[in-house]
């Protein structure tokens, strides 16, 4: 365990912290001492994972808890179909260890780069309409609390629930067991159609296949769709490959960002110069085929919309971002996904459509996102709280019909607010323990 005095910052290089204290705990015992130390300096306490949340969720200029060595599969049980993990473990590395014992995670996002404990908190997801956020998968996990004890919590317990998706706000989670199924393969088949035609038939199209997800440039009038089956076929031949196909583009949509920022109109001319071949179909592993390597550094907004809003918010963008005269290199990206249970959970209790916006790291480019959000806001959205957004606690409150429950048991396990800091208060207001009623 060290003890730092440094800038940490997120991993887009767009947010940065200097925590008074630094720790990178090896064990839980570790884990436990720290948040001791904390209550009793009168210190606040954060978590950082890899760092790819695009806001201040993990800053804190007080102690922070850096999970980056406090990793390891530490059990496969292939009878129950469960693995458990320290909080700091990359998926990747998850992935790699259950694919040895014949299992799988059943979805995951496109980052596999990210800390298990900081994909739950935040509510990271894949696509397909049958499949709930990753937190999902959770079937247990160790809480470190404000008093540095820890709770084992188990999926009988309504503290589950809250704490699947709880920003850091409830606790430190130590260890996590999710939920585990057979390995399997998939095929992914590409297409190209209208934009209009899609819109015109999203339900039926969020339903046409295991996963799906699809990519428009907004001065198009196409989109290109992604549909990932489930199937016993074996790996193509040279799939490894494909898994890379993405991460080249992310990186040409580097350089027409580059050329963009010079002369903004010229990103729709930098694509089509820059333009890669057509998607071939393929079978791949899974988790390979989920996720793609993400070197280039970007910003990122996502809201969770009702199914049946994300044609409207498609038309909507559609005719701001050609208003607006600017255009990211990146592509918007559209994914669904099933209702969840976790009272903060993006897609509690309805069925979702996921709407992304990419845009590079400068000021002019940011503005597209400031455009979106409210747009994507007055259609009901609900914004990814690992993602750029500006909405606030009186702007989310009334989206969410558990917010309430959720405060309730955050004020029993945090009374005086160790793990808040200025993010937190923003999009959840203050702990007042007074009000708060735990059962």
Not at 177 to 205: K, Q, Y
Not at 220 to 235: C, K, Y
Not at 370 to 375: D, G, M, S
Request: proline content about 5%; glycine content about 8%; charged content about 20%.
């Amino acid at each position: 365990m060290t003890d730092r005095r440094h800038i940490w910052q997120t991993w887009s290089r767009t947010v940065r912290c200097r925590p008074a204290r630094w720790i990178t705990p090896r064990v839980e015992g570790q884990l436990t001492e720290a948040v001791r130390t904390a209550a009793e300096q009168g210190l606040g306490v954060r978590v950082a994972g890899s760092g790819h949340s695009f806001n201040q969720l993990a800053c804190t200029e007080d102690m922070l808890l850096d999970l980056s060595g406090y990793t390891g599969v530490l059990d496969i049980d292939r009878r129950a179909a469960t693995v458990t993990v320290r909080g700091g473990t990359r998926l990747a590395e998850i992935n790699a260890a259950l694919d040895r014992a014949g299992l799988a995670l059943a979805n995951i996002g496109t980052l596999d780069a990210q800390t298990v404990a900081g994909a739950i908190s935040t509510g990271n997801h894949g696509t397909g309409i049958t499949h709930r956020p990753f937190s999902a998968q959770v079937s247990a996990l160790r809480l470190v609390t404000a008093e540095g004890a820890v709770l084992c919590v188990d999926e009988e317990s309504e503290l589950m629930r809250a704490a699947r998706t709880s920003l850091g706000t409830l606790g430190v989670i130590s260890t996590v067991t999710l939920r585990c199924v057979p390995r399997f393969n998939l095929r992914s088949v590409p297409g190209a159609e209208r934009l209009d035609g899609i819109l015109d038939r999203f339900e039926e199209w969020a339903h046409s296949a295991d996963h799906v997800s699809f990519n428009w440039l907004p001065w198009t009038e196409e989109a290109f769709t992604r549909a990932w089956h489930r199937t016993d076929e074996v790996p193509t031949r040279g799939a490894v490959r494909q898994r890379y196909a993405t991460t080249v583009d992310e990186m040409r949509c580097g350089l027409a960002g580059l050329a963009g920022h010079r002369r903004p109109a010229a990103v729709p001319w930098a694509k089509r110069l820059l333009a890669a071949g057509v998607p071939t179909e393929y079978v791949d592993a899974g988790h390979r085929v989920f996720s793609f390597p993400q070197p280039v550094r970007f910003l990122a907004l996502e809201h969770a919309l009702p199914l049946e809003n994300v044609p409207a918010a498609l038309r909507e963008l559609r005719v701001a971002l050609r208003r607006f005269g600017a255009y990211s290199p990146y592509s918007v990206l559209v994914r669904v996904g099933a209702a969840d249970d976790s009272p903060l959970s993006p897609v509690f209790g309805r069925l979702t459509g996921y709407v992304n916006l990419t845009v590079p790291r400068t000021a002019r480019y940011t503005e597209i996102l400031r455009t979106a959000e409210h747009l994507l806001r007055d259609l009901d959205g609900r914004p990814h709280w690992g993602k750029a957004h500006t909405a606030t606690a009186e702007v989310l409150r009334p989206r969410y019909p558990q917010w309430d429950r959720f405060q309730a048991i955050r004020g029993k396990l945090d009374p005086t607010g160790m793990f808040c800091n200025e993010y937190v208060g923003r999009v959840l207001g203050p702990v007042d323990a007074a009000q708060q009623v735990y059962a």
